[in-house]
């Protein structure tokens, strides 16, 4: 065989040559299987299988925005006023707070205006409030409160960073979606590819059968580690706007089929696997595990040696 004459390639060997690149640098695939370094390359771009995949990036992707006419995103009027605590500055406090909770930017707008009028400082109000919550309640009935427990009675402008925020998700979850509690296609899909599986007593599926059944579809699977962060920033993105819903509102928000939670660790499994193109690809990849508190314990670990090696 003279030096110009090609080597072939089996098939066995480009997908060997394939699945060792999901772990390897090329020249380390070269050694492993043998074949000229060259020849790894080109195997590896002709394949495609380490470029951006379309179809899955399309897939994955909320639906368009459309501006909608829903009743939810007009003005909204004012709460009733009402007699909670007894106490005439604290029940404003909480009345206004109830302003504040419409997302209506108008009024929250007022809301926070109205506020500055109040002599008491707001702590002290804050501290009076608490004192009567803690009181034993008479006959044992608990009187209406507003849905603002996680804030403190004082913190109005946090409040109404957050319910601006909210209505905002509102208004483009109604631009998106019918029903944003409705599931969607990539979850039916979900449902579809995992038909069959049980999950274990605490909701989880076997991760190597989790594994297989995903990895059997290439045209939804993600080829590199952008993939992987579009992904996960679908999903995110589509439990932000449920966590938004008016029906089913933060902590309660629907995140839909244990099948789709299946698919997000699978897909965040990946990021431990696909190795990184470039400096900036790793680089985004940490940030976002940074912030998805993602990079602790055996997971955390599998990540930063990938991305690091």
């Not at 504040?100 to 007022?110: F, H, K, R, S």
Request: aromatic share 8%; proline share 6%.
């Amino acid at each position: 065989m003279t030096a110009s004459t090609k080597q072939r390639v089996s098939e066995e060997q480009r997908r060997r040559v394939l699945e060792l690149r999901r772990r390897l640098s090329l020249r380390e695939v070269a050694t492993a299987t043998g074949l000229p370094l060259g020849t790894v390359k080109t195997l590896v771009s002709r394949s495609g299988a380490f470029r951006d995949n379309r179809e899955h990036r399309a897939f994955f992707t909320l639906p368009p925005f459309c501006p909608s006419a829903s009743t939810d995103l007009s003005p909204r009027s004012a709460p009733p006023q009402r007699a909670i605590t007894g106490d005439k500055e604290v029940d404003a406090l909480l009345w206004l707070r109830e302003c504040i909770e419409t997302g209506d930017e108008a009024l929250i707008g007022i809301a926070l205006e109205a506020s500055k009028r109040i002599a008491t400082p707001h702590r002290k109000l804050d501290q009076r409030f608490r004192e009567w919550e803690a009181r034993p309640y008479r006959l044992g009935l608990k009187p209406g409160i507003p849905p603002f427990r996680f804030h403190g009675l004082h913190e109005l402008e946090r409040l109404a960073r957050e319910s601006l925020a909210r209505a905002k998700d509102r208004a483009e979850a109604a631009g998106r979606f019918g029903n944003v509690n409705a599931d969607t296609d990539q979850e039916h899909w979900c449902c579809v590819v995992l038909a069959g599986m049980e999950p274990d007593e605490f909701g989880l599926y076997d991760d190597g059968e989790v594994s297989e059944r995903f990895k059997a579809h290439p045209d939804r699977l993600a080829h590199t580690l952008a993939d992987c962060l579009h992904e996960l920033d679908y999903w995110n993105d589509l439990w932000r706007l449920r966590r938004a819903s008016r029906e089913a509102p933060g902590a309660y928000a629907y995140e839909g089929p244990g099948e789709a939670s299946a698919r997000r660790f699978f897909v965040e499994g990946l990021l431990a696997e696909i190795r990184p193109r470039n400096r900036d690809e790793a680089k985004a990849v940490l940030r976002h595990a940074d912030a998805r508190d993602l990079l602790n314990g055996v997971k955390g670990d599998a990540i930063l040696e990938n991305l690091i090696s």
